[in-house]
């Protein structure tokens, strides 16, 4: 793997390995547990990359962080074993594993897991031509914001029978997966152990129906309700929109207000309904309050397609902060116990 021989400007990528090399293994995966399988792979692979890093290039990341450093230079040195133990220690040996090989030595995962670190139009090339049911576990396999991405490039017959197929899915066999392992190891080497899973269901289709964008959401709700309208109402309950978050308690919206950047906070409220800006307010300082309410104003008309990729990236913050328990969830069908 070629190294990046690290110039007089760190870009943020960069300026984020650096940071996370400097924290030390621990801490560094602590903050990894918060990011997903893309960011993971980023950040990593910068990681690996970087060389001749200079101390007062060191300094500059930290104190931009507010985080001081002693005598710490010579960050190539010794990075393979730091990244392995890094990763290991935030996703665990089985998800390390799967992604160390690809970091490091330009290597590939394999079966479903090697899915998750394609685009999604290389993923819909791999599925376009299996059985639908494959196509539908596989969907359902991955990450909703994926899968939504995946399913655009499909025609709009494909979609709902996808859809369809992953609202019907409950568990799959070990022996099921273990064949779909196969399938896709025609194209991608090595060996990958499978055990017994809950896959797909109406809480899969609804999430992947979060994430895909709006018009085309519209016509596959339509679609599906033409097919069974109980499945397209029930989907339909479980999606969680932006305006659930009004049914998020106080500390919840103080949790989330902390992930999200202010750039993005004002574009999602700019389309928000007067009840949601309030509750966003009164969950923020008097003074943060204040200023958000002068962005707003000055920020002027906005395109809707803008406020919806900030809603939705808001949304993700949410849901992953429910999934780790951080957060609850009140609305979208989401149960409380």
Known sequence: MSEVDVGSDLSSIEKAAVLLMSLGESDAAQILKHMGPKEVQKIGQTMAKLANVQRHQVEKVLDDFLVLVGDQTGLGLGADGYIRNMLKEALGDEKANSLIDRILL????????????????????????????????????LDPDQAADILANFDERVRLDIVLRVASLETVQPAALQELNNILERQFSGNNSTQSTSIGGVRTAANIMNFIDSSVEADLMESIRDVDEDLANTIQDMMFVFDNLMEVDDRGIQVIL?????????????????????????????????????????????????????????????????????IVLGGGGEQMV
Do not use: C
């Open 258 to 326: 902390r992930e999200v950047e202010s750039e993005t906070l004002i574009l999602a409220l700019k389309g928000a309904d007067p009840d949601m800006q309030e509750k966003v307010f009164k969950n923020m300082s008097s003074r943060a309050a204040d200023m958000l309410k002068d962005d707003l104003e000055a920020k002027g008309p906005v395109r809707v397609s803008e406020v919806e990729v900030a809603q939705k990236e808001i949304l993700a913050v949410a849901r992953r902060l429910a999934d780790n328990g951080e």
């Open 106 to 141: 330009g290597g590939n995962t394999t079966g479903l897991d090697t899915l998750k670190w394609m685009e999604p139009r290389a993923v819909a090339d791999v599925i376009r031509y299996e059985h639908p049911q494959i196509q539908a576990i596989v969907i359902s396999y």
